[in-house]
T-cell receptor
Framework: NAGVTQTPKFQVLKTGQSMTLQCAQDMNHNSMYWYRQDPGMGLRLIYY???????DKGEVPNGYNVSRLNKREFSLRLESAAPSQTSVYFC???????????FGEGSWLTVV | GIQVEQSPPDLILQEGANSTLRCNFSDSVNNLQWFHQNPWGQLINLFYIPSGTKQNGRLSATTVATERYSLLYISSSQTTDSGVYFCAWGFSGNTPLVFGKGTRLSVIA
């Protein structure tokens, strides 16, 4: 049982480059999330999707776009990467109305 | 917006010692969870505890919703308990969690 799978695990980008972080879950969950983690800041919500076909902004959405491709997949795109987007990105999922949230292993992104 | 504050920010313990981590939140809660992030970055859900007390082995948690705080107790700490402990608040089971900044725990042998 894979749970929540994120790719890539590590990535170095140059300022201005674009990239997409991929996330897939195999638990048939309706809700999916993207968080970023910076030193001393905890996890901050970037975007979430309560169900297939819907997405909503979180606390720090600027510079990002998301796509809920289907029930399993929720991708995060950086259109023009900036050094301030250097962070660890976590994808997560949960079942609607249930309280256990499952996290992927994280994606370490460095923008130089 | 909602404020989730954790204390202490850092904690160093000798193996075998006990500790209490605190989480204060600024609004009423229907979804309060504790997580452990191990040194490799993996996030593990420890407790779902919007009110009351739960225990799981050497760990236990208590939430006093009326006073807007939660406590995580670690007894007889082990080096494998090291990492960062996060509490997270949610208005309901259908809304995203808001995380505190975490307590970094180091248990030394």
């Amino acid at each position: 049982n894979a749970g929540v799978t994120q790719t890539p695990k590590f990535q170095v980008l140059k300022t201005g480059q674009s990239m997409t972080l991929q996330c897939a879950q195999d638990m048939n969950h309706n809700s999916m999330y993207w968080y970023r983690q910076d030193p001393g800041m905890g996890l901050r919500l970037i975007y979430y999707s309560a169900s297939e076909g819907t997405t909503d902004k979180g606390e720090v959405p600027n510079g990002y776009n998301v796509s809920r491709l289907n029930k399993r997949e929720f991708s995060l795109r950086l259109e023009s990467a900036a050094p301030s987007q250097t962070s660890v990105y976590f994808c997560a999922s949960s079942a609607t109305g249930q309280n256990t949230i499952y996290f992927g292993e994280g994606s370490w992104l460095t923008v130089v | 917006g909602i404020q989730v504050e954790q204390s202490p920010p850092d904690l160093i313990l000798q193996e075998g010692a006990n500790s209490t981590l605190r989480c204060n939140f600024s609004d009423s809660v229907n979804n309060l969870q504790w997580f452990h992030q191990n040194p490799w970055g993996q996030l593990i859900n420890l407790f779902y505890i919007p009110s009351g007390t739960k225990q799981n082995g050497r760990l236990s948690a208590t939430t006093v919703a009326t006073e807007r705080y939660s406590l995580l107790y670690i007894s007889s700490s082990q080096t494998t308990d090291s990492g960062v402990y996060f509490c997270a608040w949610g208005f309901s089971g259908n809304t995203p969690l808001v995380f505190g900044k975490g307590t970094r725990l180091s248990v030394i042998a």
